[in-house]
T-cell receptor, first 111, second 114 residues
Framework: TQLLEQSPQFLSIQEGENLTVYCNSS?????LQWYRQEPGEGPVLLVT?????EVKKLKRLTFQFGDARKDSSLHITAAQPGDTGLYLC???????????FGTGTRLTVIP | NAGVTQTPKFRILKIGQSMTLQCTQD?????MYWYRQDPGMGLKLIYY???????DKGEVPNGYNVSRSTTEDFPLRLELAAPSQTSVYFC?????????????FGPGTRLTVL
């Protein structure tokens, strides 16, 4: 069983469209992170959210942590081809020594 | 800083062969991890270490071994390679603090077992 489920698994959209990726769990996390991975490279951290209900913006990307700290969403406005990649959420539980990674969402933005 | 470095970048093994994947970080992080990523999938934790001399199993440890003799190095050993171990392997170190956490990944090792 996967601790963090992401949806959708695959997403292909036209440049300029908006999209939302979801990261859901039945477990509580002390913090949750979003990473982006480009082909042939390792994941790179985009953002960390630590407070229930927290919203963080990174240019055209908006990240939200659920009130109960069990879920998160990533919203991209006016997607660009450079946004193409694998998006991974990762949660850290209190007292844990490792992050739990989500199942991933592969985004393709078509020019 | 070089960050997290991994060698080799690519390797082809025959069934039953053994090899060591090297991982080094220069950020003085105590926490280090090995993940495998199968095509189109997320990351699965193989082994991790919270400091020199301390290692622990992750989600998929079978067929692998690790050691952590120094803070900088965390090699991953495959003793008897099997086709199921064909994957991309990522090493990572973790900067863990009270208000900020970030995991830094190496560029990966692409392993094929034939």
């Amino acid at each position: 069983t996967q601790l963090l489920e992401q949806s959708p698994q695959f997403l292909s959209i036209q440049e300029g469209e908006n999209l939302t990726v979801y990261c859901n769990s039945s477990s509580v996390f002390s913090s949750l992170q979003w990473y982006r991975q480009e082909p042939g490279e390792g994941p790179v951290l985009l953002v960390t959210v630590v407070t229930g209900g927290e919203v963080k913006k990174l240019k055209r990307l908006t990240f939200q942590f659920g009130d109960a700290r069990k879920d998160s969403s990533l919203h991209i406005t006016a997607a660009q081809p450079g946004d193409t990649g694998l998006y991974l959420c990762a949660g850290l539980q209190t007292g844990a020594n490792n992050l739990f990674f989500g199942t991933g969402t592969r985004l393709t933005v078509i020019p | 800083n070089a960050g997290v470095t991994q060698t080799p970048k690519f390797r082809i093994l025959k069934i039953g062969q053994s090899m060591t994947l090297q991982c080094t970080q220069d950020m003085n992080h105590n926490y280090m991890y090995w993940y495998r990523q199968d095509p189109g999938m997320g990351l699965k934790l193989i082994y991790y270490s919270v400091g020199a001399g301390i290692t622990d199993k992750g989600e998929v440890p079978n067929g692998y071994n690790v050691s952590r003799s120094t803070t900088e190095d965390f090699p991953l050993r495959l003793e008897l390679a099997a086709p199921s171990q064909t994957s991309v392997y990522f090493c990572a170190s973790f900067r863990r603090g009270a208000s900020y956490n970030e995991q830094f990944f190496g560029p990966g090792t692409r392993l094929t077992v034939l």
